[in-house]
């Protein structure tokens, strides 16, 4: 129990403490904070009062983002994490009684303005839902032929566009580009079908030297935590570039994030066993003989400009055929060398029935069946002024491990 107060359905109780990095009208900068009920702790007062034994986590929670204090691994990880769980325990007087330290230290959420946790280096988006390749598949080549023949096999991505990964909040403007009407030459315009993606991500940890792959029953240490991902999508755009190499234009106008960073170690008790991959048997390589999955509640919530938000999706992570780990260890078997905040998304995380879909191409199945929403409106994709709003949380034993808001708008296109 910790001496900050918030309910069980609050997101950011003692079991969880994301780390994340914020504006405040009392300091200049940026400073990097843990979330705790409804405020947050500012790790850079907490660290200048010499509250951390560790002199590299002190000089990493001093910096602007979460990068070094990404690069330090998993013991220094744990040690940080016992000692704010220490800090902010209910028992504890050592920040509680300290009326002068509480002020600077504990400042309410409502007052601070969330940016970019790290600096994302290189982003690389996957295709991991089973369910969601087999839809698309569906969609475009049928369903005997919905899955590529290496899917089973390998976790397929694309390397995307880290410099806009935005932040939680960020509106971003509809993108132009060039379109292929059916029978017609392409053409330069705004795009029509634009689309969002359920997904989640997680940023790297410390590095592997170039040259030297991350193996499976390493590859958690290399997992620094995880965020809840909206991966924008231009269907137009993207279906007349996408072949030969894939994704380009069509995703690399905007991502966005939620804020909150949750460790692996706030995920730990809703680690679960993933689905069964013996038909194919999967190569050594990719084999885990550790559970990989986690049971995170996710929800997609769309408001059109004036009206209420409604929910329009919900899933949960445990429905991806790769893990975490597998995605990880594929992208550097060939020796890649991943960076501390290199950032990795899981693709669309779709589920078995209509309502787990994760994107409005699914959704609404190439748009062939509308979204009727409350206020009358109907829907095929998103229209500018739409807001879309992504959740995720853990349920635990009378209280939760959630992410915070991933939200974003969309802005008329740019002449």
């Known amino acids: 129990m910790s001496f900050v107060e918030y309910s069980p359905e609050c997101p950011f109780p003692i079991q969880n403490l994301p780390y994340g990095a914020f504006r405040h ?4 900068g940026v400073h990097l904070g843990v979330a705790i009920g409804d405020l947050v702790l500012d790790l850079h ?24 204090f990404m690069s330090l691994g998993r013991p220094a990880w744990k040690e940080a994490r016992a000692t704010l769980t220490h800090l902010l325990s209910k028992d504890v007087d050592t920040l509680r009684d300290n009326a002068e330290l509480r002020a600077r230290a504990l400042l309410p959420q409502a ?31 049928g369903a005997d032929n919905a899955l590529q023949p290496n899917w089973l096999h390998l976790p397929v991505g694309y390397h995307g566009r880290a410099s806009s990964v935005v932040v939680s909040g ?17 053409v330069w315009g705004t795009c029509k079908l634009l689309d969002f993606e359920l997904e989640m991500a997680f940023f790297v940890g410390p590095a592997n030297e170039l040259g030297h792959r991350i193996k499976i029953e390493n590859a958690n240490d290399h997992i620094f935590g995880v965020v809840v991902m909206n991966d924008w999508s231009a269907r137009d755009i993207q279906k007349w570039e ?32 993933g689905p069964a991959q013996d038909d194919p048997k999967v190569l050594p390589y990719l084999e885990d003989k550790e559970p990989g999955a986690y049971d995170v509640n996710l929800e997609v919530k769309l408001q059109p400009e004036g009206a209420e938000p409604t929910t329009i999706c919900t899933s949960n992570l445990r429905n991806l055929y790769w893990s975490m780990k597998q995605q990880l260890v ?65 349920q635990g034993d009378g209280y939760r491990v959630g992410f915070g808001d991933c939200v974003g708008s969309v802005l008329p296109p740019l002449e």
Not at 25 to 28: A, H, L, Q, Y
Not at 248 to 260: D, E, L, R, V
Request: charged share 15%.
């Open 25 to 28: 009208t009392s300091f200049d």
């Open 45 to 68: 007062a907490v660290a200048s009062a010499s509250l951390f034994s560790n002199a590299a986590v002190t000089a990493a929670f001093q910096q602007s983002t979460l990068n070094d």
């Open 111 to 141: 007052d601070v303005q969330m940016v970019m946790p790290a600096r994302v280096g290189d982003y690389t988006d996957f295709y991991s839902s089973r369910e969601h390749a087999t839809n698309v598949g569906t969609m475009f080549r």
């Open 170 to 186: 960020t509106p971003l403007h509809r993108p132009s580009g060039q379109l292929k009407p059916a029978e017609d030459p392409p």
């Open 242 to 273: 996408y072949v030969p190499l894939g994704p380009f234009c069509g995703k690399n106008f905007g991502t966005t994030i939620s804020p909150w960073v949750v460790t692996l170690d706030a995920l730990e008790p809703f680690v679960r066993q």
């Open 330 to 394: 594929h992208h550097s078997s060939t020796g890649c060398n991943m960076q501390p905040g290199d950032l990795l998304g899981s693709g669309t995380i779709s589920g078995p029935t209509p309502d787990t879909y994760g994107s409005m191409l699914e959704l609404t199945w190439r748009g062939t069946k509308p979204l009727q929403l409350p206020n009358g409106e109907e829907r095929k994709f998103l229209k500018d002024g739409d807001t879309v709003i992504m959740t995720g949380y853990c």
